[in-house]
């Protein structure tokens, strides 16, 4: 029962910006269970806080900290995960140290509980409780990818390294990340890659691989389905059976076990996720607005009774097998060869990002309101915010597409409107609408 709770309560992680890394820590934060009320440890005051429906934070009571431990805490940079290995206990894990702290809720005293050194290897690893001990798998961290299973000794208050019987991927880094307690395996795939070279550039590695923990064997389940928009929509949650991917009005809901895709659509809301985020039973909860509310529930599988079949998830490539091994080299050369080519000058654009370059293009660029941006997007009768969240990530995304590929800053300007300076209208920047035009 107690492994159940861990696991059930923990912070979904893994899925964190490595944006938020920069940010100062000046709290440890964590989620009640059984109210869903945000409580924190502010490290500046020393008092135990709760976050009001008002979104301000009221004092508690005091805690206690080692002074030289606050120092220690309060120059690092980095975000905090939490769980809770028992009913009195919060286990922080501050990201990219290694470094574990114990705070005791009866005695409200926050104790470091590690002995690590060596740190800065592993920013956005994926931690998770199996069998009452703490994993940290993957993450990045001093130029390069960590591609090793450690685990927490509460004894050694070390930790120590898991050794497969065979290589895994390359790199564990965002992406799909997820233990699953069922099948005893940790599924990863769809992540980043850097080159880290001088013309740096960042791929999307659709291997799809499972950890068996009884085994301590990797396998390969094959490529994710390139229908999958994992490029274009990068916010992913795990529940502990199913990933759910975000895509403004759209879900995809993923079981790597069965290997099913559904699809489920509701065009009068834009999911679009957010940093804090906790599981209880098969829903996700997350909070919007930088953090601030409102929380959003995505109940999995309520959605997916009202959910479409998409497809598989993953697929092996068998062709290997019926092929001689040099016509095998010369097709994989070409095939590599005309997709590097290629992926140099495609960009990738939806209907809707379509849909609105063509009418940037119309009438000789003619500004385009903000009323008339809202209708293009099917978001007029949405509420504002939800209209301004709509508009800004629609431009910010075909903007930073048009930017890689095209070495264009800003395409799509925001300017006052001539006949009232406080409204906004937008158009293409002035001289590229011949290459706009050749992309649509």
């Known amino acids: 029962m107690l492994a159940r709770l861990q696991i059930f309560w923990v912070l979904v992680i893994g899925l964190v910006s490595m944006e938020s890394a920069h940010a100062m820590m000046n709290s440890l934060e964590w989620i009640e269970p059984q109210t869903s009320v945000r409580k924190r440890l502010n490290l500046e005051s020393l008092f135990i806080e709760e976050q009001l429906p008002s979104n301000l934070w009221h004092k508690l009571k005091p805690f206690t900290v080692d002074g030289e431990e606050l120092k220690t ?7 905090s995960r939490y769980f809770f290995p028992n009913k009195q206990t919060i286990r922080f894990t501050i990201q990219g140290t290694g470094f574990v702290y114990d705070f005791n809720m009866e005695t409200s005293q926050l104790k470091r509980i590690d002995q690590t050194i060596h740190s800065g290897h592993n920013f956005g690893a994926y931690q998770f409780y199996r069998k009452n001990i703490l994993y940290s798998i993957g993450g990045e961290g001093m130029w390069s990818y960590n591609r090793q299973i450690t685990y927490f000794d509460d004894k050694t208050r070390e930790w120590e390294i898991l050794r497969p019987k065979n290589q895994g991927p390359e790199a564990m880094s965002n992406g799909f990340q997820g233990y699953s307690d069922a099948e005893n395996a940790y599924f990863t795939g769809g992540g ?79 999911f679009e996720g957010g940093n804090s985020s906790y599981v209880r039973n098969d829903t996700i909860f997350y909070y919007q607005n930088g953090d601030q509310g409102p929380v959003i529930s995505v109940p999995v599988n309520a959605l997916l009774k009202k959910a479409s079949y998409f497809g598989t998830f993953y697929e092996k490539d068998y062709s290997t097998y019926y092929y001689g091994a040099i016509a095998c ?78 070495d264009i800053h800003d395409c799509i300007e925001r300017i006052p409107s001539e006949e009232d300076k406080r409204l906004t209208n937008y158009r293409l920047k002035q001289g590229t609408e011949k290459k706009i035009k050749e992309l649509v």
């Open 73 to 79: 805490l309060l120059v690092r940079y980095n975000n």
């Open 192 to 270: 980043d890659q850097k080159n880290y070279l001088e013309n740096e550039r960042i791929e999307i590695k659709r291997a799809f691989f499972r950890f068996d923990f009884e085994t301590k064997k990797w396998e390969n389940l094959g490529e994710i389905n390139p229908s999958l928009p994992i490029t274009e929509h990068r916010i992913m949650y795990w529940n502990g059976t199913h990933f759910v991917l975000m895509a403004r009005d759209r879900l995809f809901i993923i079981d790597p076990v069965t290997n099913e895709i559904y699809i489920y659509r509701d065009n009068s809301f834009y």
């Open 329 to 406: 080299l010369l097709l994989g050369l070409g095939g590599w060869l005309l997709i590097r080519n290629r992926s140099t000058k495609e960009i990738r654009l939806d209907a809707a990002e379509i849909k609105l370059l063509k009418r940037l293009l119309a009438e000789q660029n003619r500004p385009v309101s903000t009323q008339e941006l809202n209708t293009l997007l099917d978001c007029d009768t949405k509420s504002q915010e939800s209209q301004r969240r709509i508009r800004f990530m629609m431009i910010k995304q075909i903007n930073e597409k048009i930017e890689l590929h095209l």
